[in-house]
């Protein structure tokens, strides 16, 4: 495994903390890219390691639908014939599902223009991945399904997203040994606080006898009601006793973002990022941290990788596409 790039899980054992949401949301806008906010458009793959399927659910994906998920990539045999690719569902369907599911929760709306994706893949995941845990319990190297399976195609993308189930298990011990970083949602309440300690405990044990490279990303802190003094109060000692490690961008709890999954897409795709779509805004300021975070910490290694879209716009010979990435 490359400890360079950027593969961040996005972890937490505690339920409801805006987990799959916060994946989510920062894989579109990493992938999407915004100029106006110094983020250049990436390729980015989200795996959904959540039998649940709530990340793919999130673009509208029908998890019913007979397509190959990260269950079958995980049960295949370990010898190197492997394609990744063939499990993928890449950003023109995406798009249609997004819009497919918009339509028919809004009959009498338009499609908004911002309703689609042009970097961003995804490997799905349905509820038959509630039986990994036990099939992979008798494999030899159950713990490093995963990474070996995501080894042959890491440098086909910028960046890898994980999210992860709400349990400490053997599929979020897959993802964290596939991951040079870890993201940790924390829900602005008072029992968040409880978990944070048994995280990084478990944290500390995969970097001992997993994987090494495996560092906090960061902490991004969500669900947060202003006015609240419970929330200020998880809010002050998370920052307390994380640091310069909590995102400064905070996540609110509002109903814009509650409800985006049910018009079957991000709400940084659903909502323009203004003060009046403060959802929008809010997650498109944590990609902008994310993204300031991942330039530091190339700086920090000596690391400059170059841009897969500028790669793969070289290689088609597209002078176009290469301009703009130059402009970026």
């Known amino acids: 495994m490359d400890p360079y790039k950027t593969i961040i899980s996005c972890t937490n054992q505690k339920g409801g903390c805006a987990k799959t949401t916060t994946a989510v949301n920062l894989a579109t806008s990493l992938a999407e890219g915004n100029p106006s906010m110094g983020i250049p458009p990436a390729k980015v793959l989200l795996i959904d390691l959540d039998p649940q399927g709530n990340a793919s659910t999130s673009f509208g994906v029908d998890k019913r639908l007979d397509v190959p998920t990260v269950y079958d990539l995980l049960m295949q045999p370990s010898d190197g014939t492997l394609n990744v690719h063939d499990y993928l569902i890449g950003p023109g369907i995406l798009t249609d599902e997004m ?30 991945l509630s039986g990994a845990e036990i099939e992979l319990a008798t494999k030899l190297g159950r713990e490093t399904r995963l990474r070996e399976a995501l080894a042959p195609v890491m440098d086909d993308f910028d960046h890898i997203i994980i999210d992860t189930p709400p349990s400490l298990g053997l599929l979020t011990i897959n993802a964290l040994a ?65 640091g310069e490690d909590v995102f400064q961008t905070v996540i609110p709890r509002l109903m814009s973002i509650a409800e985006a999954p049910k018009d079957g897409a991000p709400v940084v795709l659903l909502k323009k990022p203004t003060k009046r779509n403060k959802g929008s805004k809010q997650y498109w300021g944590l990609a902008k941290e994310a993204h300031q975070r991942i330039l530091a910490r190339r700086a920090e290694y000596g690391v400059n990788p170059e841009s897969v879209l500028r790669r793969e716009a070289i290689e088609k010979g597209d002078p176009e596409h290469i301009w703009d990435d130059i402009e970026d």
């Open 99 to 128: 819009q497919r599911a918009f339509k028919n929760m809004n009959q009498d709306s338009r499609i908004p223009p911002r309703l689609k994706v042009e970097n961003l893949y995804l490997l799905p995941s349905n509820i038959r």
């Open 178 to 242: 596939a991951s040079n970083w870890i993201l940790v949602p924390v829900q602005a309440e008072y029992y968040a606080l409880e978990g944070m300690s048994q995280l990084m405990n478990s944290i500390r044990l995969i970097q001992k006898r997993v994987n090494n490279h495996l560092k906090l990303f960061g902490i991004a802190v969500t669900m947060y009601t202003p006015q609240s003094k419970l929330s200020a109060f998880v809010e002050g000692e998370v920052r307390k006793h994380f």
